[in-house]
Every structure is written in structure tokens, then in C-alpha cells.
């Protein structure tokens, strides 16, 4: 299928809204596991072979700009959300042909976002 001409604006802000959510996940993956500090808790010691599992070390917390950066990024993402489904863009289409179109500009823009 050819690839429709969505309007510039739309295009960016999908670009940006694949993006941003990856960005958010990437933060959230180098930050300490708990928000506030915490002293963490042991693993239990198994009977039978001596293994220990579970339990969590302790976190220091997330700084205050750490979690200025997550606040910031999570009210990107939803202010993003509102340009790209309320566009004047999405009037002309109804039923299957608006998700059609709204599923291809997904996918045009998904390897847009990260090149």
C-alpha cells in the first residue's frame, strides 16, 4: 500500500510520541528500584541447596531531579497523546479506513522516530 501523506504536524508528534514513552522506559530502567529510600530486605536461604533468591538490596531513592525527569517525560507522553488523536486530519476518515490510517501512521513514523 502507499504510504499516505499525513500532514507534517501529525507526523512529528508521532514521531515524538514513539519517542518519548522509549525515553521514559530508558530512564526508568537506570533508576534505583525503589522512588524513596528503602533499606531493602533478605532473600530466603533454601533448605536443600543453600540458594539464596528473592529479596532486594537497598536503594538510595531517586533524586529530585530524577523524578522531575519522570514527571516530565510521563506529561509529555500525555500531552502528546491529545495533537495526535484529536488532529483536523482524522475528520475525513470514519470506521476501519480511521484505524487504517491511524495504524500506517504508526508504522510510517515508528522507524522515523529512532534513526
Known sequence: ????????DLRAAQ???HQAPAELAALGRTLPW???P???WPGKEHSHTGEVTG????????TDEQKAAIAGLRQECLALSEP????????????GD????RMELKSATRLEAFQ
Open 38 to 40: 528503602h533499606t531493602g
Open 98 to 101: 480511521l484505524l487504517d490510517r
Open 34 to 36: 525503589s522512588v524513596e
Open 84 to 95: 495526535v488523536t484529536t488532529h483536523p486530519y482524522w475528520k475525513s476518515f470514519t470506521g
Open 55 to 62: 529479596g532486594w538490596p537497598p536503594s538510595p531513592g531517586w
Open 15 to 17: 514521531i515524538r510520541l
Open 1 to 8: 500500500m502507499a504510504e499516505t501523506p499525513f500532514p507534517d
